[in-house]
């Protein structure tokens, strides 16, 4: 990561250190309106991090260095980014408004966008007007599972109540049971959704599930009620599930970067179709931003380099992500797989090692409720995490008071993680340090179309921080080993066949399960 544009930074990194906001804040009263981006409904104040005017430049100065500009441009013309599995990651295309060509091994892609985005249309409109089913069940794990459901859950008071929708995930059948007790097998309508349709934890629900719907309406009816999303629509084939029930998308989809495509029929049948375009549109606005903006007023780029300040200069480790917002509840799930999935690395895109620290942790939990957990961490722990505040002008209830009492939190843990406090002479206790970064991210309301943006605007700044930190941040090679050793080991517990091979913890973890 050494460079003549990080010398700069190592040095001046030396000069803010030292200083505190407040101190820059009292020197410049504009800080806010040129430390902020408004950008449709969402608007994003980043004038509390540890920065001035030359923190950005050089920042900037260092992601021209690092070729940023031909990165982004790369990433929407479909190169093969994705180096180790030789492919691009063009998310953006699933979304991209008009119908311009986007090639993929000589071959353009964006027709056969439009007709699986028409087949799914037809679908959700159909399945909707036949009013046949009350229950929809997403099976599916990771990124065919954390943005349905998060989107679902957000939207959830603006769905016209179609469907309630259910997500199983887990190998842990505790869901997969009480899921089952509260649906009519024959008013729900299954999705198994997977990408590589091989995922054990979803090819065990789905039989679970197939099982279920089997016994109460028999096979013929029950291969009408499933239906698969994947990439591999071959293998859902062999699996049962009839060809006009199989959604495709494609391998150069990433799964945490996936609810655009097909994987999204679950929201777009919950929600209806117009939400599902809407979400697609606000996603489209954020990457016309992102590829078009100039980097120092890119919002994508600018927060991706701050991140990168913290992680890289200041040595924190982690990154708090605080919605005040309870319809946000399963973000932070969402957010963590986005962006550990994508970062958590040390190998560089060339297979070389990278020195620097990369990824951070990703956590947090919806305010107010957070402030009653670990925000004594935040105000006075040993560490410091910066946290991205998000939350909405607007509710979708009447209780305006409660609203208004929650933005108020929101502003002021922001605010007092900026001043601090000094303790009262003999209440060291009572010390409040400040000095402790944030971003304030405003929605005017959380509506599928600022979702949309919201949700674009972390996937870019991810790939961002990836590519300054010399990651390929589209594969995800750190998940095959645990798979592959449990594999082994079910192998060893269903057969009672001795396990060999282990070492001593492992070995004696599996011989008093087996006993
Ligand atoms: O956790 C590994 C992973 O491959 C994720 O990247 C992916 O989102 C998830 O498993 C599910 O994979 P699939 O969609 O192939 O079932």
Known sequence: MSSSATAKLDKHYGIIRAMRMVDLFDADPQRADYMSISLGPLYCDFSKNRIDDETLRLLVEWAQAQKLPSAIQAL?????????????????????????????????????????????????????????????????????????????????GQADGHFDPHFISNMDAHPLSETLAQCDPAKTLVIITSKSFTTLETLH???????????????????????????????????????????????????????????????????????????????????????????????????????????????????????????????????????????GKTVGRAGEPVGGKTGPIIWGQPGTNAQHAFFQWLHQGRDIAPVDFIASKTPEHDYLDSHRQLLANAIAQAEALLTGKQAPTGQPHRQFDGNRPSNFLLLDELNAYSLGMLIALYEHKVFVQGWMWGLNSFDQWGVELGKQLASTIDYELSSGQAASGHDCSTQSLINRISE
């Open 76 to 156: 929407f013309a479909g190169r093969p980014l994705n180096t180790t599995e030789k492919r691009p990651a063009l998310h953006t295309v699933l979304r991209q408004t008009g119908d311009a060509p986007c090639e993929v091994a000589g071959h353009d892609v964006v027709p056969n966008v439009r007709q699986v985005q028409q087949r799914m249309r037809d679908y959700v409109n159909a399945t909707r007007a036949s009013e046949r089913y009350r229950h929809v069940i997403n099976i599916g794990v990771g990124g065919s599972d954390l943005g349905p459901q998060m989107v679902c859950r957000a939207l959830r």
């Open 205 to 343: 629900n789905a039989d679970k599930l197939k099982a279920w719907l089997v016994d109460a309406v028999g096979e013929e009816v029950a291969n009408q009620q499933l239906v698969a999303v994947t990439a591999k629509p071959e293998l859902a084939e062999q699996y049962g599930v009839q060809t006009d029930q199989i959604f495709p998308f494609w391998d150069w989809v990433g799964g945490r970067y996936s609810m655009w495509s097909a994987v999204g029929l679950s929201i777009a049948l919950v929600q209806g179709w117009a939400q599902f375009e809407q979400l697609l549109q606000g996603a489209a606005a954020m990457d016309e931003h992102f590829a078009s903006a100039p980097l120092e007023a890119n919002l994508p780029v600018v927060l991706a380099l701050l991140g990168c300040w913290y992680r890289n200069w200041f040595d924190y480790s982690s990154h708090c992500m605080a919605p005040y917002e309870e319809r946000l509840e399963f973000l932070v799930p969402y957010l963590k797989q986005l962006d550990m999935e994508s970062n």
